[in-house]
């Protein structure tokens, strides 16, 4: 963007304005990039078939993911204010109800919902940094390793104090506001994560097992994909790009007229896919070089990784590298989680953005505390234990299903739905994507996503 076309942008917008099409890629690829990213894409990949599910998955992220993208990036910018002002903004202009503006409401509330319980999950990640720096998964065995998850889940004071690191870390991030907070911060975590994974991957490729880790991701067994795993790659590509939580409607409204909506959803698409399969090559080599299950579950990260870094030649350090990678991507997460909710609160209560992210961040870090009890004190408590389908289901547990689940899949079939069919197709042709590109997307939008989503939804909702 020019320095004319930045001025005159910034004069025209009430709110400031991302300095680049990069920073707003930066940001929005830090929002898509996290746990999900590293944690869930190559354990899911590994418990169904490798390179099948990946094609799946590349075509879900396509036929979903980047339509809905550019949708909620639209509202954005087109409102100028706070995902809810946003949307109820863009409707009224399209002679549309104002309680369109619920998909933007159920969108940032889910949000406020997932950072409480991601902050504890971004803070095991941080307390294992200091195990693997100290030495502590060294020769060790699988029960020990077993051991020191199972300890540090056993412990609510441990738990709350990581916790509250990793939220503070997002609270002091957001409160700087755009310039100062989101865009200096992705400028420098989004490079330094793509360098730590490229150097995780390097490492990779020394373990002897990399070319099976390679024919794993990218030689597609179909016979080995099930429809279940068909429905978990649809799933997965809605929730990795931070769909349906208003974060792309809060960082659409930064983003300057100039900058072309279609082409930069895909690169944040086209980014957010390339970490999932440069974190499954420098995952899977280690995996197989230890002789260990590729499909080992959600413990692959915190038990099953950490085994195999403490049998290996510089395995303190490269572990240490890789769970300080896993910060960042969570770090770069909850600062997206956190801005749609902070921006709502400072134009509704006319507040300043530092007392707003502290006031959002201390009440969603209090939530937070629910879900650590829920690991270990309250663990046998299910609130909705009277359900079958809800037997056994902590605290933490309920607010993964019912943000997963439900709010996520409802708020982007809204947002879909809202778009395709209600905004005027003139102004959509003029703001989102021009040219052939937009019959695809259009048609896309209209037909084939809202379908995908529903299910999606059902199919979660009867699992």
Not at 11 to 31: D, E, H, K, V, Y
Not at 369 to 381: C, K, T, V
Request: aromatic share 12%; charged share 10%; with cysteine.
């Amino acid at each position: 963007m020019s320095e004319s076309n930045l001025a005159s942008a910034s004069a025209q917008a009430p709110r400031g304005l991302w300095s680049s099409r990069l920073a707003f890629i930066l940001a929005a690829t830090g929002s898509a990039v996290g746990l999900g990213n590293i944690w869930k894409f190559p354990y899911i990949t590994g418990e169904n078939g490798g390179g099948a599910f990946v094609i799946v998955y590349l075509a879900c992220i396509a036929v979903i993911g980047i339509p809905i993208m550019m949708a909620e990036v639209f509202i954005g910018r087109n409102g100028r204010h706070n995902p809810i002002t946003s949307l109820r903004t863009v409707a009224e202009r399209n002679l549309s109800s104002p309680l369109w503006r619920v998909s933007a409401i159920i969108g940032m509330l889910a949000a406020f919902v997932i950072l409480s319980f991601y902050s504890v999950i971004g803070g095991w990640a941080a307390a294992y940094v200091g195990h693997s720096a100290m030495g502590d998964f060294r020769g060790q065995d699988a029960e020990v390793v077993g051991g020191i998850f199972g300890s540090l889940l056993a412990s609510p004071g441990t738990l709350l104090f990581w916790h509250s690191v990793f939220m503070a870390l997002v609270i002091v991030v957001v409160a700087r506001g755009l310039k100062s907070g989101l865009e200096r911060a992705v400028n420098i975590l989004m490079p330094a994560l793509f360098v730590l994974l490229l150097v995780a991957v390097g490492y990779a490729t020394t373990t002897g097992h990399f070319g099976e880790a390679v024919s794993f991701l990218f030689r597609p067994d179909f016979a080995a994909l099930s429809m279940n795993g068909v429905l978990i790659a649809l799933g997965h590509a809605f929730f990795t790009l931070s769909l349906g939580m208003a974060i792309m409607m809060a960082y659409g409204s930064y983003l300057g007229r100039d900058v072309s909506i279609g082409r930069t959803a895909i690169t944040v698409g086209f980014l957010d896919t390339a970490v999932a399969l440069l974190a499954g090559l420098a995952i899977f080599p280690v995996v197989f070089a230890n002789g260990l299950e590729a499909g080992a579950g959600p413990g692959l990260i915190f038990q099953t990784l950490p085994l195999a870094f403490g049998q290996m030649p510089l395995g303190s350090l490269f572990g240490t590298l890789f769970f300080i990678l896993l910060v960042f991507a969570a770090w770069t997460s909850g600062i997206s989680l956190l801005e749609p909710v902070t921006e709502w609160f400072e134009e509704k209560f006319s507040t300043s953005r530092v007392a707003s992210a502290i006031v959002v961040g201390v009440a969603c870090w209090a939530l937070g505390i629910a879900s650590i009890l829920s690991l270990n004190e309250w663990s046998g408590f299910a609130p909705l234990g009277m359900f079958d389908k809800f037997a056994g289901k902590t605290i933490f547990d309920l607010l993964d299903f019912f943000t997963a689940n439900i709010m996520l899949p409802l708020s982007g079939l809204l947002t879909a739905l809202f778009v395709g069919w209600c905004v005027a197709r003139e102004t959509l042709q003029r703001d989102v994507v021009t040219g052939t590109g937009f019959t695809l997307w259009y048609s896309l939008l209209r037909f084939v996503t809202p379908v995908a989503v529903v299910i999606v939804f059902v199919y979660n909702l009867m699992a």
